[in-house]
């Protein structure tokens, strides 16, 4: 059969993945005698420069030569996962089907394990991540608003944990093909789920444990695998991340190893389509991986409370940005806590950013947000874009600060007004209050040194990049507020630009510019 598809083949042949050794990683990225292959698409002959009837035959070709070894056909993807026949290997039966000229890729179908993680020394501090990230200040911008769902596929959640069962929504077992609300289990059956969740949004000022990155989000847990030791096909993560873009998911990240394979790429892709983005570790190897820079997945590497690349954080060409991955602080199995380490961490921290951002700019495509955040990241190790530390580690507050000024909102610009004191001197009690804003919104009162003149989409904080937070608060339930302060007695000769903004459920708005002289 192989040598009468060989003959036929070789005329239409279009590019494709080059020939190599799959070599299994124990613990990390097992062969589990299933195969993930992808047949060249017709358009793609096609645009090699083949008729379309070609283009036809040689598709099916392809789908014949593989459908007495199919177990599952992926139609979102044109992805066939197989059962590897007897006296075949994955490697001989990879290199048969690509030397056909018919497969864009043809590589194993992992069995993947979790990213290793590691209890660490308590003086790390409990979530040092959001500090270094400037978690506070973006959350000025919002903290979630209970629509947006982010989700995490891997071992489960504990669905009782007091920092995240309110935030819960239905999900999914990968590993079933069950959902949730048809009986399929999405407990933790290993605990690393629950760990990653946590760091996407564990409920904050709930007055308990720990806070995530967005934690006024809802959470899917999706299950991709049935065993307690964590190891998942690499076929069942992609499908749990399909799932629940299908569902509702938003953001979607993934913890385990499989990274350098085509799959991730064509389900980053598929996800991207909907409207989605995926998040996947890097791994802990400390290797360097080549030849997957995946164009649609977000790959995340792993930092510590110094900012720098952790040495055991995989590293290539294949790296887009780095987070806090040394020593996290976020929720575990059976309602505690723990202090964790690896690149399972640093990616469901880049997914709650990346969901606070598509939540605040609803209308930016997710190769918009992306940008965004690439374009606000810290750069580290090499000057510009390394295969280390991809574009760097996300700067919170700045990816807010863009998407906030991209959301434009549905709220009106220099609604509120403002009034107070507008000249005082060094040591003076100044006094200013505001109203139009809408009632018991959330409010925050600016200044700033320099008046750019820089204008947000919708909402003018006419006060520059350089504005700072002075005062947030909960507007009267008729949007009126007041602040009372003292100006620093060694300030003179200053102008200060002051203004008002305001945010509740309709949108975004501000108040007039102030102008505020310290003679």
């Known amino acids: 059969m192989f040598a009468t598809l060989l003959l036929l083949a070789s005329p239409l042949q279009v590019a494709a993945q080059p020939l190599h050794q799959f070599v299994e990683v124990s613990g990390e990225m097992e062969f589990s005698g299933r195969l993930c292959v992808r047949p060249i698409q017709p358009e793609d002959f096609v645009a090699a420069g083949k008729s379309p009837s070609e283009a036809s ?36 039966l990879c290199a048969k089907l690509m030397e056909t000229g018919l497969f864009q890729y043809a590589e194993p179908d992992w069995y993947c394990f979790p990213v290793e993680t590691t209890p660490n020394d308590p003086q790390f501090g409990q979530q040092w991540q959001h500090s270094k990230m400037k978690s506070e200040k973006a959350w000025d911008f919002g903290t979630g608003d209970g629509t947006f769902i982010a989700c995490t596929v891997d ?10 069962q309110a935030n819960l929504v239905s999900g999914y077992n990968s590993a079933s093909n ?60 992609t499908g749990g991340a399909r799932w629940a873009s299908d569902n509702g998911a938003r953001s979607v990240s993934v913890s385990y190893g499989g990274v350098d394979s085509n799959s991730v790429g064509t389900t980053g892709t598929h996800l ?9 570790s890097s791994g802990n190897g400390g290797n360097r991986i080549n030849g997957y ?39 575990a199995d059976g309602g505690g806590y723990a202090n964790v380490s690896g690149t399972s961490f640093s990616a469901p921290i880049v997914n709650g950013v ?67 004191t507008t000249n005082a001197q060094g040591g003076q009690n100044c006094h200013w209050s505001w109203a139009g804003a809408p009632g018991n919104s959330f409010y925050g009162f600016l200044y700033s040194l ?10 003018s904080f006419d006060v520059g990049n350089n504005y700072t937070l002075y005062r947030t608060g909960l507007n009267s339930a008729a949007g009126s507020g007041s602040l009372t302060a003292t100006i620093p007695s060694h300030l003179s000769n200053l102008t200060v630009y002051l203004e008002v903004g305001a945010q509740d459920s309709a949108g975004l708005y501000d108040s007039n510019l102030l102008t505020l002289n310290i003679n």
């Not at 290993?190 to 308990?208: F, P, Q, S, Y």
């Not at 991207?272 to 996947?280: I, N």
């Not at 995340?300 to 952790?310: H, I, L, M």
């Not at 807010?400 to 220099?414: E, P, R, T």
Request: with cysteine.
């Open 57 to 92: 035959s040689a598709s099916e070709e392809a789908i014949a030569l593989v459908m007495p070894w199919t177990r599952e056909i992926v139609p979102e993807t044109g992805e066939y996962i197989l059962d590897l026949p007897e006296k075949e290997t994955e490697n001989t």
């Open 155 to 164: 071992t489960g959640v504990d669905l009782n944990h007091p920092d995240l």
């Open 178 to 237: 069950q959902s949730q609300a048809n009986g399929g289990d999405v407990s933790d059956i290993n605990g690393h789920g629950t760990m990653t969740l946590g760091c996407v949004g564990a409920i904050g000022n709930n007055g308990v444990g720990v806070v995530g990155m967005a934690w006024d989000i809802k959470l899917m847990p999706v299950r991709a695998t049935n065993s307690s030791g964590g190891g998942a096909y690499l076929s069942d993560l």
């Open 272 to 280: 991207r389509g909907e409207g989605s983005l995926l998040c996947w």
């Open 293 to 331: 820079d995946h164009t649609n997945v977000i790959v995340v590497g792993a930092t510590n409370q110094n900012d720098s690349v952790v040495s055991w954080s995989t590293y290539g060409d294949l790296i887009d940005v780095v987070a806090p991955g040394d020593g996290v602080r976020t929720t």
């Open 354 to 420: 990346l969901a606070m951002m598509m939540l605040t700019a609803p209308n930016q495509s997710p190769d918009q947000i992306e940008q965004m955040m690439f374009d606000n990241c810290v750069d580290l190790g090499s000057s510009g874009e390394d295969d280390y530390a991809g574009h760097g580690r996300p700067n919170f507050f700045k990816c807010m600060v863009d998407a906030d000024a991209a959301g434009g909102g549905s709220g009106n610009s220099d609604s509120i007004a403002l009034t107070g």
């Open 450 to 459: 320099s008046n750019t003149g820089m204008t947000y989409n919708g909402h």
